[in-house]
């Protein structure tokens, strides 16, 4: 962030001392990786801790697949996951503001991606696979990385809708209650930043914006319920009274 170099000694002893990370407490850890990506330097840092041998030791999942060769990257060989922190920092720079959801889901995309080419090689796998993937990656980096229960079920969530933004909304029922599922915004985010990167899908994003946005109104202009009358209360007997039952219920005069 402040443009500094590792002297070469520091570097020579994290190489050496890289695995003692481990034994840091993990909530510490994770702080710092948020404070990277929040940062606005989040290439930079995870690129060093690439170099490092530092992202073995905390994320080798993602380690791993980064090595790999990715299909979406926009730029021919390397990974979609760089292009995104890319696009992130950017946006970030700019003051743009993420949910934690958000920022760490960049981190369990590209496994939850590896994962769903391996299972369904020729098309989108069934939903309860995906679910089972995505339950298990994130359940795992969560518990490593000691992620409040909530962000790691936002994860869970974004990443399961995230996948249907690549279809144009329609006006079915499904739509609109997807869009008011509470981890949807997460999940448009995360669509939007891999469309700035991959500089496909822009159009779609407006879209499913618009259907967010209708959403919201929707749910602004919900009624609330009412309180329940407790039994017995002066205010439910005077309900019951008020209340016409079916014997007195004016009729028709018999002829």
Not at 62 to 87: I, K, N, Y
Not at 147 to 165: C, F, T
Not at 178 to 189: D, H, I, K
């Amino acid at each position: 962030r402040l443009g500094f170099a590792i002297t070469p000694d520091a570097y020579g002893a994290i190489l050496a001392h890289r695995k003692e990370i481990a034994k840091s407490a993990a909530p510490r850890v994770t702080e710092e990786l948020a404070q990277s990506l929040k940062g606005g330097h989040a290439l930079p840092t995870f690129l060093t801790l690439r170099e490092l041998g530092l992202l073995d030791v905390l994320l080798p999942e993602l380690a791993t697949v980064l090595r790999e060769h990715d299909p979406e990257h926009p730029h021919g060989p390397g990974h979609l996951f760089w292009a995104l922190l890319e696009v992130l920092d950017a946006e970030r720079r700019r003051g743009r503001v993420f949910d934690d959801a958000v920022l760490f889901a960049l981190l369990v995309l590209p496994i939850v991606r590896q994962s769903i080419r391996r299972a369904a090689p020729s098309g989108d796998p069934p939903p309860g696979l995906l679910t089972t993937l995505i339950e298990e990656t994130v359940d795992t980096l969560g518990l490593r990385m000691a992620l409040p229960n909530a962000v790691a079920h936002r994860i869970k969530q974004a990443l399961a809708i995230v996948g249907r933004l690549s279809h144009r909304p329609d006006a079915r029922v499904a739509t609109r209650r997807l869009a008011l599922r509470e981890a949807f915004p997460a999940a448009l985010e995360l669509f939007e930043l891999r469309a700035m990167a991959t500089g496909r899908g822009s159009d779609l994003v407006e879209e499913w914006r618009t259907v967010l946005q209708k959403a919201a109104k929707v749910r602004a202009g919900l009624p609330e319920r009412p309180a329940p009358i407790p039994r017995g209360s002066p205010r439910a007997r005077r309900a019951r009274t008020a209340t016409p039952t079916a014997t007195s219920l004016p009729t028709a005069p018999r002829s």
